[in-house]
């Protein structure tokens, strides 16, 4: 079964940067597309970005010009990022993968999630 593990949150001032890390573990996996989501407080989880395994990218319009999705396939590592950080910024980042199984079936897997927070 693929792990997914988040690094890289943290708390930042407005306008600063932060890059996050997703790395993939387990054995005999193939993931395809990979991305991001996040969860503020009392809000559902929404995407953020992802990018599949051939390079397809694609953002929320609250993100687009201020962060950057991008894998490493040789690392099994998704990043993410994140410039320009606003205070509505602030919440959960959840990793998420989908796994083609050696079955041939598409299983999507989660992160623990990594907090962010924007403040002054």
């Known amino acids: 079964q693929v792990q997914l593990v988040e690094s890289g949150g943290g708390l930042v001032q407005p306008g600063g940067s932060l890059r996050l890390s997703c790395a993939a573990s387990?054995?005999?996996?193939?993931?395809?597309?990979m991305g991001w989501y996040r969860q503020a407080p009392g809000k559902q989880r929404d995407s953020v970005a992802s990018?599949?395994?051939?390079?397809?990218?694609d953002y929320a319009d609250s993100v687009k010009g201020r962060f950057t999705i991008s894998r490493d396939d040789a690392k099994n590592t998704v990043y993410l990022q994140m410039n320009s950080l606003r205070p509505e910024d602030t919440a959960v980042y959840y990793c998420?993968?989908?796994?083609?199984?050696?079955?041939?079936?598409?299983?999507?897997?989660w992160g623990q999630g990594t907090l962010v927070t924007v403040s002054s």
């Open positions: 998420n993968a989908i796994e083609l199984t050696l079955s041939y079936k598409y299983v999507e897997r």
């Open positions: 387990g054995s005999r996996f193939r993931l395809t597309a």
């Open positions: 990018i599949t395994s051939t390079g397809i990218i």
